[in-house]
């Protein structure tokens, strides 16, 4: 990654990297307001380079066909999950990338094991999947909530103590796993205050093109609090590793959320680095006899080629 933008987004995601192997205390390690010194008229900027960098790196991506990208977006209501993906994706493809958002468990779903409604939306190679909540919900809701894991039907002997710990391994091995096969796994958790919560609550209350985006069920799961602060700090204690680190983005400045969520996933890409694959001679020369066929059908007084007529190669000018 020799390219300068590549430098200053690596510069810029590292402190929201949870070092693997530390344990997390999310009120005392990471500030909500965080905002890395930067005004937003600053941010307007990077989140434009971000932008610019996924859609460059995506097509990259697509055309290499190797890899693919797990985007796994964690919070709690209100956290700004959905208008992140927004922002962050706006310059992308659409084609290369699928959004996948989990509600409560269906039927089906609760007959297999924990896992297995995530797998069935893994990206494929060359596309980006986005995870709105993910397989972390197995240690956050459910935890909070021990009745749906009452729901999910394990044998006795599985839900008894040491479970959390338990799953915290199987999903680390399970993304060692991706990404031994080609699929990058990056986590973002938007660490959002108390405070803002409350202030954004209120804001879809007031007003009416947010009321539906409003649920009484929000502010009931607004009084474990607590819990899930722990369950938070528990989960980037356990699970941040070095073939798949969280990221926690100060989320109570939505754009400084936006611009950091679009450079992790940057970051990541420029690690992957895909590259264009190279036709073969073979294939370059049927390219090339094409080019000429083509060239040749020009009308009289237009040139043989526009496309180089207007971008002629370094070192020569239009004709």
């Known amino acids: 990654m020799s390219d300068e933008r590549a430098e200053r987004i690596a510069e810029f995601v590292a402190p929201l990297r949870v070092e693997p192997g530390s344990k997390v205390r999310l009120g005392r390690d990471f500030d909500p307001r965080y905002r890395a010194g930067m005004k937003k008229r600053e941010g307007k900027e990077l989140l434009r380079i971000g932008v610019s960098l996924l859609a460059e790196y995506q097509q990259r991506l697509a055309a290499q066909d190797t890899y693919g990208v797990l985007l796994c977006l964690q919070a709690l209501d209100a956290g700004g999950k959905d208008g992140t993906i927004r922002h962050v994706m706006s310059g992308v493809n659409p084609q290369g990338v699928r959004v996948s958002s989990f509600k409560v468990p269906s039927a089906e779903e609760l007959d297999h094991d924990y896992l297995w409604r995530y797998a069935l939306r893994l990206p494929s ?14 240690v956050l809701v459910v935890r909070v909530h021990p009745e749906n894991l009452v729901r999910q039907k394990l044998p006795d ?60 069920a929000d502010v009931r799961e607004r009084g474990h609090w607590d819990e899930y602060q722990h369950a938070f700090s528990e989960m980037l204690s356990a699970t941040s590793t070095k073939w798949a680190p969280w990221y926690v983005v100060p989320a109570d400045r939505k754009w400084f959320g936006r611009i950091s969520a679009a450079a992790i996933l940057a970051h990541t890409l420029m690690e992957i680095d895909p590259q264009y694959p190279d036709v073969g001679k073979a294939a370059r020369k049927d390219l090339l006899d094409t080019k000429r066929d083509l060239e040749r059908e020009a009308p009289a007084g237009a040139p043989a080629d526009p496309y180089t007529d207007r971008h002629p190669p370094a070192g020569k000018k239009r004709g």
């Open 157 to 216: 002997d599985s839900r008894g103590p040491g479970i959390w710990e338990r799953r915290y391994r199987e999903i680390n091995r399970w993304e060692h796993y991706l990404t031994d096969n080609g699929f990058k796994v990056v986590k973002i958790f938007l660490n959002l205050s108390k405070e803002e919560q409350r202030t954004r609550f209120l804001r879809r209350i007031d007003r009416p093109d947010k009321n539906w985006k409003f649920s009484a």
């Open 125 to 138: 190679r060359g596309e980006i999947a986005i995870f709105n909540r993910s397989h972390y919900e197995e």
